[in-house]
């Protein structure tokens, strides 16, 4: 992998792994979205604070060639022709999957667990509608971080028929017509962040918007192509 070497550069012995995580192991990645992330696990022996890891980061893949773009919990590059989301995090005990991260937007920290996160979507019986909200969200420029739609659209289709793909997709969009704006929804790995705070007001009306538009629509291509 032509970014191992930069990471390894930067972590040094603190490097426990760099796996895939978000969409591309959830089982739900699209085309035209982030061709892969990568979770990046240092040792809980890192003194330093989790900004000057992900800032120290960020310069050595800036230094490096690779163009990053700051963003919230991961930074954004350019591999080749490939979008790469990385995401750099410090475990919180000598063993188990549970990490700390930096928030940038926030300037505070969360804890997370990248396993419980891929678990959670891969095993919805929702994986399908998911690509489908995320092939609207990117075809209409919307700001809909991925684990918060994929909690939506497993929430907006509980109890309803697994592989009636139309009708899931279809009560998504009027779940997030009718409650994205005051619906909070919890990290499933850590009950003290609130995955619904990633969004303003401001963005939550313009899904709620976005959402009752394509409910409008007379056919399925005038929602997602």
Not at 32 to 48: A, M, N, P, R, Y
Not at 123 to 130: A, M, P, Y
Not at 140 to 164: H, M, N, Q
Not at 193 to 216: F, V
């Amino acid at each position: 992998m032509t970014l191992r070497p930069s990471l390894l550069r930067w972590a040094g012995q603190y490097l426990i792994s760099m796996e895939p995580s978000g969409s591309f192991a959830k089982g739900t990645a699209i085309h035209g979205g982030t061709d892969i992330d990568i979770f990046v696990s240092l040792s809980s022996k890192v003194t330093e604070s989790l900004a000057v890891i992900y800032n120290t980061l960020f310069n050595r893949l800036r230094d490096e060639g690779f163009g990053p773009r700051p963003q919230n919990v991961s930074i954004g590059i350019k591999v080749g022709a490939y979008s790469v989301d990385i995401v750099p995090a410090r475990r919180q005990g000598p063993t188990g999957q549970f990490h700390s991260l930096y928030r940038r937007k926030a300037q505070s920290w969360t804890q997370t667990n990248v396993i419980s996160h891929i678990s959670t979507v891969r095993n919805s019986g929702r994986t399908e509608e998911i690509m489908i909200l995320k092939a609207w969200r990117e075809q209409k420029r919307l700001t809909f971080p991925s684990f918060y739609l994929e909690l939506v659209t497993i929430e907006a289709c509980r109890g309803r028929k697994v592989g009636d793909l139309s009708k899931n997709v279809w009560a998504t969009l009027a779940y997030i017509r009718d409650n994205i704006r005051t619906a909070v929804f919890i990290d499933p790995a850590n009950t003290n962040n609130r995955i619904s705070d990633d969004l303003t007001a401001a963005e939550k009306q313009t899904l709620a918007d976005a959402a009752s538009t394509a409910r409008q629509a007379t056919n399925w291509n005038q929602i997602v192509v």
